[in-house]
C-alpha cells in the first residue's frame, strides 16, 4: 500500500511540474487528461483510423499545443480524413479552416518548424481553393514565402503545387519570364531531392557492402581466432580448477603458499583481436538481421521509400516538361532571350543563369529528335558573361 501511495505520488509531482511548465496543460487535471488523450490518438493513428483518433487529437490540440509535435503531424492525416467525411459544404470548409489553421499553430508551438508549416499550409490551400483565380494568387504568395525559408529542401509535392499554382497564376498574368524564373527554381529543387535521395541510398549500400567485407574478413581469420581462443579457455579452465583445489581446504591452502604463485593466463594482443573482430561479426549478422546483401530490415525499408521518392521526382520532373512544352520551343524562347533582353538584364546573374540553362536544356524537337536552342545567338553572350562573373 506505501510503495503504491509513493508511486501515486511521484506521478502526482510529475504532473504537477509539467502542469506548471504549461506543456502539458495547466492542471493536473489539464495533464492527466493530455496524456491520456496524446495515448488514444496515437494508437488510432497507428492502426490508421485517422477519422476516429479526430475527438482525442482535437482535446489534446486545444489543451496541450505544446505537448509534442505529432499532434500537428499526426493533426494533418486526421483532419484530412475527417473532411472526407464531411457530410456537408459547411462542415468540411470548417474543416478545412481548421487544417490551415494547424500550420499557423505549429509554427507557434514550435518556431524550428515554421518553414516546413508554411510550407505544409500552402499545398492544402492550393489543393482545396485551386479553383478560385484570387484564392491561387494567393496560394503564390504563401508558396514564396516558404520556398525563402526552405530554399531546395523544399518536399517534392510541395514543390509540384508551387510549380502547378504558378502555371494557373501565369494562365492569368501571361508573365513568361516570371514562369521560367519558378520553372528553373523548381528544376534545381528536385534536382537537388533527387540527388538527396540518390547519395542517401548510395550510401546506405556502400555500407552495406563495407559490412560484407568486414564479415567476409572476419570468416577468413576464423579458424586462427576460434584456435587462439579456445587454447586460452583451456588454459583458463585449468588455471580455474587448479586455483579451485588450491583454495578448497587450509591444508591445501598451506601446501599452495610454499608454491610459486599462479600465473593468471591472457591471451595474447593479436589473438584478443582476432577474437573481436570474429565476435562484431557474429553481433552483426545476429543482431541487425542483415541479408546476404549486408542490408538490414530499415535500410530496405529506407531504400524502397527513397526508390518510390525517385520515381515520384522523375513523374513531377515529365509533367512539369510536358505543361511547359509549348513554351519551351527554340523560336519562343528567341522571343523571350535576345540581344535586347540580354543587355537589360546582363548585369542579374540569376537572369543569365536562368537564360543560360532553358537555352542549353535538351528537349524534343519537331523531327523528335533531342535538340537544344545554344544556336541562339545571345548564347554565346550569356555564356562569355556568365563565364567573367563566375569564371
Known amino acids: 500500500m506505501k510503495r503504491i501511495l509513493f508511486v501515486l505520488g511521484i506521478l502526482l509531482i510529475s504532473l504537477t511540474t509539467q502542469a506548471q511548465e504549461s506543456k502539458w496543460g495547466n492542471s493536473i487535471a489539464d495533464s492527466v487528461s493530455c496524456f491520456q488523450n496524446y495515448n488514444i490518438m496515437g494508437s488510432y493513428y497507428q492502426s490508421k483510423d485517422y477519422a476516429e483518433a479526430y475527438d482525442a ?36 470548409n470548417a474543416l478545412i479552416q481548421e487544417l490551415l489553421g494547424l500550420y499557423d499553430t505549429f509554427a507557434v508551438h514550435f518556431p524550428e518548424e515554421k518553414s516546413n508549416a508554411m510550407s505544409s499550409k500552402a499545398y492544402h490551400f492550393y489543393n482545396y481553393y485551386r479553383k478560385n483565380a484570387d484564392s491561387v494568387s494567393k496560394a503564390v504568395v504563401m508558396f514564396e514565402e516558404a520556398k525563402s525559408l526552405l530554399g531546395d529542401t523544399m518536399s517534392v509535392a510541395h514543390t509540384d503545387r508551387y510549380f502547378q499554382a504558378n502555371v494557373k497564376e501565369f494562365n492569368k498574368t501571361k508573365d513568361v519570364d516570371r514562369l521560367f524564373e519558378v520553372y528553373n527554381s523548381v528544376l534545381v529543387s528536385l534536382e537537388f531531392n533527387f540527388n538527396t535521395f540518390n547519395v542517401e541510398n548510395y550510401n546506405i549500400e556502400l555500407k552495406a ?58 591471451m595474447e594482443t593479436g589473438a584478443q ?44 520532373q515529365r509533367n512539369i ?26 548585369d542579374d546573374i540569376e537572369w543569365l543563369k536562368r537564360a543560360g540553362n532553358l537555352l542549353q536544356k535538351e528537349r524534343v524537337g519537331e523531327d523528335g529528335e533531342l535538340t537544344s536552342c545554344t544556336d541562339n545567338p545571345v548564347f554565346i553572350s550569356i555564356a562569355e558573361t556568365l563565364y567573367e562573373i563566375e569564371p
Open 209 to 266: 557492402d563495407s559490412v560484407l567485407d568486414f564479415i567476409a574478413y572476419a570468416d577468413s581469420i576464423r579458424p586462427s581466432a576460434e584456435a587462439a581462443k579456445a587454447a586460452y579457455q583451456a588454459e583458463m579452465a585449468v588455471y580455474d580448477s587448479t586455483n579451485a583445489y588450491n583454495n578448497s581446504s587450509k591444508k591445501r591452502m598451506k601446501q599452495a603458499a610454499k608454491l610459486p604463485p599462479l600465473v593468471k593466463p591472457e
Open 57 to 92: 487529437w482535437k482535446a489534446l490540440y486545444e489543451t496541450c499545443p505544446s505537448a509534442n509535435i505529432r499532434i500537428y503531424t499526426y493533426g494533418d492525416n486526421i483532419i484530412e480524413a475527417k473532411i472526407k467525411e464531411a457530410g456537408d459544404d459547411a462542415s468540411k
Open 321 to 346: 516538361e510536358k505543361i511547359l512544352s509549348p513554351l519551351l520551343t527554340c523560336e519562343k524562347l528567341t522571343l523571350i532571350y535576345n540581344d535586347a533582353a540580354f543587355e537589360e538584364n546582363k
Open 273 to 316: 583481436e582476432l577474437v573481436s573482430v570474429i565476435e562484431k561479426a557474429d553481433e552483426l549478422k545476429t543482431k541487425y538481421e542483415l541479408d546476404e546483401q549486408g542490408l538490414t530490415s530499415v535500410d530496405k525499408r529506407k531504400i524502397s521509400n527513397n526508390e518510390i521518392r525517385l520515381r515520384n521526382i522523375t513523374k513531377v
